[in-house]
């Protein structure tokens, strides 16, 4: 075990991270513990709660994000005289060199004065380190629940690489999902060539806006 004093912690230092604490996933758990497999990290990452898997998938999706570490560390600091010990819930490595701690917690504990102060001093010392700290309790659900569904085409070789340059070439910045849809179909069902369209969104190579449902009116944007 690795110890190093705050002050001289470095990026670096997590590369070969592994979680402090070890997942289980056990029948009659409340917190629906387990891994996902990350395209970023390519390998599975560890979560604790189904709030915990809803950061994840986000930071997943999020092209800024480059590295994702679950349970980096285990932060240890004298505060008012007791020594505290706590385990951040996810560490995101941005591609501009940023560093930003994540804790996760449900909303409707945030107001446990508690909670609060567990909270509160790990963020005093990670952002006086010159990192970002952020407390997570949800999004807007109907963007969760896209990308939740575009997350099933994140792995390289689930949708064929000719398919997705396909249906690259035929997609005109302003179309419609159906118009794009119905341009690759050529008589056949549109859904059969939805599949290689969310690849790209998951890409990112095409954005959306991801705040309305899932239906043939989404308006896609070229982003390259």
Same mark, same amino acid.
């Given at each position: 075990?690795?110890?190093?004093?705050?002050?001289?912690?470095?990026?670096?230092?997590?590369?070969?991270?592994?979680?402090?604490?070890?997942?289980?996933?056990?029948?009659?758990?409340?917190?629906?513990?387990?891994?996902?497999?990350?395209?970023?990290?390519?390998?599975?990452?560890?979560?604790?709660?189904?709030?915990?898997?809803?950061?994840?998938?986000?930071?997943?999706?999020?092209? $800024? @994000? /480059?590295?994702?570490?679950?349970?980096?560390?285990?932060?240890?600091?004298?505060?008012? =005289? %007791?020594? &505290? !010990?706590? +385990?951040?819930?996810?560490?995101?490595?941005?591609?501009?060199?940023?560093?930003?701690?994540?804790?996760?917690?449900?909303?409707?504990?945030?107001?446990?004065?508690?909670?609060?102060?567990?909270?509160?001093?790990?963020?005093?010392?990670?952002?006086?380190?010159?990192?970002?700290?952020?407390?997570?309790?949800?999004?807007?659900?109907?963007?969760?629940?896209?990308?939740?569904?575009?997350?099933?085409?994140?792995?390289?070789?689930?949708?064929?690489?000719?398919?997705?340059?396909?249906?690259?070439? $035929? @997609? /005109?910045?302003?179309?419609?999902?159906?118009?794009?849809?119905?341009?690759?179909?050529? =008589? %056949?069902? &549109? !859904?059969? +060539?939805?599949?290689?369209?969310?690849?790209?969104?998951?890409?990112?190579?095409?954005?959306?806006?991801?705040?309305?449902?899932?239906?043939?009116?989404?308006?896609?944007?070229?982003?390259?």
């Amino acid at each position: 075990m690795l110890e190093i004093p705050f002050a001289d912690l470095r990026l670096a230092h997590f590369t070969e991270s592994k979680p402090w604490r070890t997942v289980r996933s056990v029948h009659g758990m409340t917190h629906h513990s387990g891994s996902y497999a990350s395209a970023t990290m390519g390998r599975h990452v560890v979560y604790e709660s189904r709030l915990e898997l809803a950061r994840l998938l986000l930071a997943d999706f999020d092209p $800024s @994000v /480059q590295r994702i570490h679950a349970q980096p560390c285990r932060m240890t600091a004298r505060i008012d =005289g %007791r020594v &505290r !010990h706590h +385990v951040p819930d996810f560490l995101l490595v941005m591609r501009s060199g940023v560093a930003v701690v994540v804790n996760v917690k449900p909303e409707d504990l945030l107001a446990d004065p508690k909670i609060k102060e567990a909270l509160a001093w790990p963020g005093d010392l990670i952002e006086r380190h010159g990192w970002a700290y952020e407390v997570w309790s949800g999004a807007d659900p109907v963007v969760l629940e896209n990308i939740r569904f575009l997350a099933a085409y994140r792995r390289p070789g689930v949708v064929p690489a000719a398919e997705i340059e396909r249906a690259w070439e $035929s @997609v /005109q910045d302003g179309d419609q999902l159906a118009a794009v849809e119905r341009r690759l179909a050529e =008589g %056949r069902d &549109r !859904h059969e +060539v939805r599949p290689p369209l969310m690849a790209l969104l998951w890409a990112g190579r095409l954005t959306t806006d991801l705040t309305q449902p899932l239906s043939g009116d989404w308006v896609l944007r070229r982003s390259e």
